[in-house]
């Protein structure tokens, strides 16, 4: 309450207000309602990477599009903790933050450093923010290690962003005494439906060890298709206010680092008790829709079940079978497989013409020796058998958003609103150096990014493109009122499939329970979150932001070490950063490197901003975004996860 009394006395004196992320290059952006503000680094004035500050809008810096501001007040700290390097000099400690984005070293007071020597990596706590005039002001409160250790990049990358690796003990103990109690709750529960004689399969990659969504299909007498989509029913077992709930809404998220999985339920539920895993019952929340076989959602059904999964599959086994690479392992498996693969293309089909965005994407994973060492990197891309799933959940997840819109039930929505007019700009400027065949992408529909995805398809930049598209779309997220999905083209979207890594998942299911049981007002788990909606989207949004820029710190960390192993040798790459200092270039395993304007052909280089290229005092030395390259590895830090790279 006090920060938003602090925020709207700010907008009452005409500033803006919102989040400032730091980049590491000093200046920051500030995300508000009003559109994103850059922020110079001479006008950060004691903010830190994190921070709800109010700004003054302030005339853009010649040269730059958008808008500017400067920070007048910080409303609220993010950083209650720093990490960083320690160093003493004298009586005096100095903490150097590993994150580049906190620009402010942290003082140590003697009787304020415990046990930390030179060279440690320790986490501060803060006892004073930075300003014009002081510097910030801590005491050690944790040793994570020494610098060099193995894997302390991974260690300095979960306590920077905050993630929390133990369970309370009470959260433990709460665990280790849940029971599985199919027959109970069964018994119990008269709106739980028995379907364990249907064939259920899932359908996850190999390595997954937790596994919260089924599917089944089946024909109807009147010649359409019942698609069940059942989902692990962990509300059965975590009710709010309980140890368990307590800590899985701080941590409001699974995070895959590139070594260790975060869990955000404790194990005996998240692979035990939870997890559909195949020849045992399990509760789940159901969801059956009746489809045309044009792949129209008909009807729609929602009802705790129980059920039990006949097979666990994987995605490159059902990809080969589809393929005819290999034999389908049976004649029941191989009918279901080929109308759930024909019911998904169908409704992949209809998701597609009303707008829905289907990105190009590849998904590195950095594969790991028992010690932790990379092996070599393995690139993930879309396949039948995800798009199958995807599409599937997707449906799912629209049926129950519709449902209680309908009903007009509270509800956590999950939206994605109309790209930024400014980066579409700057995307249409990129699209005309490509020659693409799009002249404006001012008010751009989802249509429009359709018909350049189509086009960048078979294309060198292909990945690129769709990168670029990708972050020129406002970024989804969680909120409590009803609004559109752009990129799905849904105007009604919702998080029903994963309640076993995501807590809005979880919020979702207890409120459409209890609205079928027509409880909402009466049933603790829906009526003592109801007033907490606002603040739970929230939070979810923030801490799904932490965990995606914690997973691929953790991944580039892993890369670069990768990459220390081949210094000198020559790679082809592709330009995806033109700067007035250099070319980020990335080689086809993603690892991604800087060919500083020292280091290149020529003497001169001048930066072309609007163009995205650095064109040169010589014939032939002009490099854009999107050209193919050869480099040679130059030098490798896996600390600072940069990768020097010099031009062939």
Not at 194 to 203: A, L
Not at 509 to 525: I, M, N
Request: aromatic fraction near 6%; charge should be negative; include cysteine.
């Amino acid at each position: 309450m006090a920060k938003q009394k602090r925020a709207n006395n700010a907008r009452k004196g005409g500033g803006v207000v919102g989040r400032l992320t730091m980049t590491r290059h000093g200046y920051g952006f500030v995300d508000a309602p009003e559109g994103d503000y850059f922020i110079p680094a001479r006008d950060i004035n004691g903010a830190m990477h994190g921070d709800t500050v109010a700004i003054r809008p302030e005339t853009q810096q010649r040269g730059k599009p958008g808008r500017a501001g400067v920070v007048t007040r910080v409303i609220e700290r993010a950083n209650t903790t720093v990490v960083g390097r320690f160093d003493r000099h004298g009586a005096l400690g100095i903490v150097t933050p590993a994150d580049r984005r906190v620009r402010t070293d942290v003082f140590v007071a003697a009787n304020a450093m415990g046990d930390a020597t030179s060279g440690d990596i320790v986490v501060v706590r803060l006892t004073g923010y930075p300003s014009r005039t002081h510097p910030a002001q801590g005491f050690i409160e944790e040793i994570v290690g020494r610098e060099g250790d193995p894997d302390i990049q991974i260690e300095i990358t979960i306590r920077e962003h905050g993630l929390r690796t133990e369970f309370p003990e009470a959260a433990e103990q709460e665990a280790q005494a849940i029971r599985l109690d199919v027959e109970a709750a069964m018994s119990r529960e008269p709106d739980r439906v028995d379907i364990r004689e249907r064939f259920t399969f899932t359908i996850d990659p190999v390595d997954a060890r937790d596994f919260d969504d089924a599917i089944s299909i089946e024909h109807t007498e009147d010649g359409r298709i019942r698609l069940g989509v059942h989902i692990a029913d962990v509300s059965h077992y975590v009710p709010w206010g309980s140890e368990i709930d307590a800590e899985a809404r701080l941590r409001a998220t699974s995070v895959y680092l590139v070594d260790r999985v975060l869990p955000m339920l404790p194990e005996e539920l998240s692979n035990g008790i939870c997890s559909l895993n195949p020849g045992e019952d399990r509760l789940a929340f159901s969801v059956d829709m009746i489809l045309s076989k044009d792949g129209v959602v008909e009807e729609s059904r929602f009802y705790p079940s129980a059920i039990r999964s006949d097979r666990r599959l994987n995605y490159d086994q059902v990809t080969g079978w589809l393929a005819g690479d290999e034999a389908f392992p049976d004649q029941q498996t191989e009918s279901v497989l080929r109308d759930f693969a024909r019911l998904a293309g169908k409704i992949g089909e209809r998701r597609v013409a009303r707008g829905g965005l289907d990105f190009e994407t590849v998904e590195a994973k950095v594969r790991l020796d028992t010690d932790g060492k990379p092996l070599e990197v393995i690139l993930r891309e879309r396949t039948v058998a995800t798009n199958m799933i995807e599409e599937a959940m997707i449906a799912a997840n629209e049926a129950v958003a519709r449902h209680m819109r309908d009903a007009k039930a509270p509800m956590v929505y999950r939206i994605h609103e109309d790209p930024d007019p400014e980066a579409l700009g700057q995307i249409a400027l990129v699209l005309k150096e490509f020659s693409y065949p799009i002249n404006d992408l001012h008010g751009a529909s989802p249509q429009t990014f359709q018909r350049i995805i189509r086009f960048a398809h078979g294309r060198p930049e292909k990945y690129l493109i769709n990168s670029l598209l990708v972050r020129a779309l406002e970024r989804a997220r969680y909120v409590d009122y009803l609004a559109p999905h752009f990129g799905l083209a849904s105007a009604a979207y919702c998080h029903f499939t994963s309640p076993i890594r995501r807590y809005p998942d979880l919020i979702v299911h207890r409120l459409l329970k209890a609205q079928l049981r027509g409880k909402l007002e009466s049933d603790p788990d829906a009526s003592g979150m109801t007033p907490e909606l606002a603040w739970l989207a929230e939070h979810s949004s923030q801490m799904e932001r932490e965990a995606s820029m914690a997973e691929m710190d953790s991944t580039r960390f892993k890369l670069c070490e990768l990459m220390a192993d081949h210094i000198d040798e020559v790679f082809s790459g592709l330009v995806t950063g033109v700067a007035n200092f250099g070319l980020f270039v990335q080689l086809s395993n993603t690892a991604e490197g800087l060919v500083n304007t020292e280091s290149m052909p020529g003497s001169h280089y001048k930066y072309d901003a609007a163009r995205h290229m650095l064109i040169g005092d010589k014939r032939n030395n002009t490099y854009r975004l999107g050209q193919r390259v050869t480099v040679r590895i130059v030098n490798v830090s896996p600390g600072d996860a940069r990768i020097d790279m010099a031009l062939e």
